[in-house]
């Protein structure tokens, strides 16, 4: 059994930090929670969702029930209960039912009225902040999580990692004036799974620090709507429940972009000046040996399959220029027919979405594919190791 003890706050190095203690089969560790202090006043110790989220997942994943000695949100509490336990469960047969004793919370927040989304500085991130820069309900807050994204095993290289994107991040929301909230947590070392098949429990944990500032959480979506499905591999496929299952008695998570694609998105921002200066879609997590760090800035390496593929769409669109501050505009133009050989061939190969979508641009765009690129196909064809990018199959 999980037994988690009462949450407890504390100050330290100038940062507040809210944890609790949990043993683990009679192992005691601790989960912690870390952000600025000027943030002290929106964080409750009153209730703990935050760290039933993720010792829900460590408890499920190891088999193991769990009881929890501070009231969760009665909302939240159904949500887990009632539909998460059964699609994880449907997801993954070697799971079983477990039990979760923990006193119910009705606490509101009548008073929070923060709108907020993540801010990674990514396609997804800016798609949202741009399509919800007005209107009824605009985002008024950004937030910065290092919940995985920056290396799934956490640790000081991800952490480095982490506090080199908040500085931009910042940047960007001090143009936008707008408050930046952050939030550091050993949830990585804590929850030992992988990034990918957990990064909206994990992401939208940290959200729930912030019930009595945030009433609405975008969060943005990676997949469109078609692509739904229960499927373990990345909660991308089924974010949807999640978001629903999530929500708690005040805060309300909503699943963002669902109807757009990768190249759609991208093309939705491209003139959009914020995105212009601070797009940053590249591979920035540890387990990438080529993260680009220059005066103290992570920079696009212009050549991962994450930025490889937002170049070609902006080219397509003939949008790539303005974007020359964040991108090597030489390197592209230099490779470009490297880069559409290697997008050709993985759609050959495994029909990979995002190669698809770029393709169908190309026809609908009528952007021409020079012949020089048939060449460097087939060279990727019978030389794969040597000419492959680093372009995921799915």
Not at 41 to 68: A, E, G, M
Request: with cysteine.
């Amino acid at each position: 059994m999980i037994i988690v003890e009462e949450v407890s706050k504390e100050i330290i190095d100038k940062k507040i930090r809210l944890s609790c203690k949990f043993t683990d089969n009679g192992v005691e560790d601790i989960l912690w929670f870390e952000t600025s202090i000027e943030n002290e006043v929106y964080l409750n110790t009153n209730i703990c969702d935050s760290f039933f989220v993720v010792l829900f997942l460590r408890s499920i994943h190891t088999k193991q029930d769990i009881y929890l000695k501070s009231p969760v949100s009665r909302r939240l509490l159904y949500g887990v209960e009632n539909y998460l336990v059964d699609i994880l469960i449907m997801m993954n047969p070697g799971y079983r039912r477990i039990n979760i004793d923990a006193p119910i919370s009705e606490k509101t927040f009548p008073e929070a009225n923060g709108i907020a989304t993540a801010m990674s500085l990514g396609i997804d991130s800016f798609y949202t902040l741009a399509k919800n820069n007005k209107g009824h309900n605009p985002v008024t807050h950004l937030t910065l999580y290092n919940a995985g994204a920056f290396g799934t095993n956490g640790g000081k290289e991800a952490r480095k990692l982490f506090y080199s994107i908040i500085n931009q991040a910042k940047a960007l929301a001090d143009h936008l004036q707008m408050p930046l909230i952050w939030v550091d947590t050993n949830l990585n070392e804590i929850l030992d799974r992988p990034f990918v098949p957990t990064h909206t429990f994990r992401n939208l944990a940290c959200s729930l620090l912030f019930q009595n500032i945030f009433k609405t959480y975008y969060y943005s979506s990676g997949h469109n709507i078609k692509d739904f499905r229960v499927d373990p591999s990345d909660t991308a496929n089924y974010d949807l429940i999640i978001a629903v299952a999530l929500s708690s008695n005040s805060l309300n998570f909503e699943i963002f972009g669902l109807m757009a694609n990768r190249v759609e998105k991208t093309k939705e921002i491209m003139n959009y000046k914020p995105a212009q200066d601070h797009l940053n879609v590249c591979i920035v997590t540890t387990e990438y040996d080529h993260v680009k760090i220059q005066d103290n800035k992570i920079k696009n390496c212009s050549n991962c399959y994450k930025c490889v593929r937002t170049m070609l769409a902006l080219d397509i669109a003939g949008k790539l220029e303005p974007f020359s501050n964040v991108f090597d505009i030489y390197h592209f133009k230099t490779n470009k027919n490297k880069f559409l050989a290697e997008t050709i061939y993985h759609y050959l190969r495994s029909k990979n979405t995002f190669s698809a979508e770029i393709l169908n641009e190309c026809k609908k765009q009528n952007y021409k594919i020079p012949p020089r690129t048939y060449y460097h196909l087939l060279l990727r064809c019978f030389h794969p190791i040597k000419q492959r990018l680093n372009i995921p199959t799915k």
